[in-house]
């Protein structure tokens, strides 16, 4: 990965890390407790080292085995899970720092990003023609279909329904 690529990389990371702040934010206060950007600052930090742990060891493993790689998020995945088992150094202030993010605060600025990339390649989008919306419109329908009845198998199981 060259200097710029990973320029690129950090400054899309800090960005995501000051909107989703901002968004965890709004989203603890409508919970009723808030949790200002300062009080996630901790959280928003060690994630933001776990991104960037993982996509160094997926630069490297990916340099070693020229390409052949498991995706970025294997690894900073990989890395998180390991940060979090109980009994790893640290383990406790790692899950406690992360707990006080939502998960919808986080995943708004890296959607937004992700709809301005395809924005950005709107013509290369075009060209898929109605196909591409075909299967996006099956997969999302699948998708809903396979939750919902694994929810309702879940539920009659515990006894809920």
């Known amino acids: 990965m060259t200097k ?4 690129v990389y950090i400054k899309v990371l800090v960005l995501s890390a000051v909107f989703a702040s901002i968004g965890n934010w709004i ?9 200002t950007p300062l009080d996630s ?8 080292i776990i991104t960037v742990l993982g996509l160094v060891v997926w630069d490297l493993i990916g340099k070693a085995t020229g ?4 995706p970025a998020i294997a690894y900073i995945s990989l890395i998180a899970i390991i940060m979090t088992i109980p009994g790893f150094p640290g383990a406790e202030f ?21 709809g301005i990339s395809i ?16 299967v996006a419109l099956f997969a999302f329908v699948g998708t809903y279909i396979g939750s919902a009845i694994i929810a309702q198998i879940v539920l009659k199981v515990t006894g809920i329904i």
Do not use: H
Request: glycine share 10%.
């Open 4 to 7: 710029d690529n990973w320029f």
């Open 27 to 35: 989203n603890t206060i409508k919970a009723g407790a808030p949790v």
């Open 41 to 48: 600052l901790p959280g928003m930090l060690l994630l933001f």
């Open 67 to 70: 390409g052949k790689n498991l």
């Open 94 to 114: 790692t899950a406690a720092s992360i707990n006080k993010i939502g998960l919808l605060p986080l995943c708004t600025p890296i959607l937004a990003y992700a």
């Open 119 to 134: 924005g950005k390649d709107l013509d290369a989008f075009r060209k898929q023609g109605f196909a591409i919306v075909m």
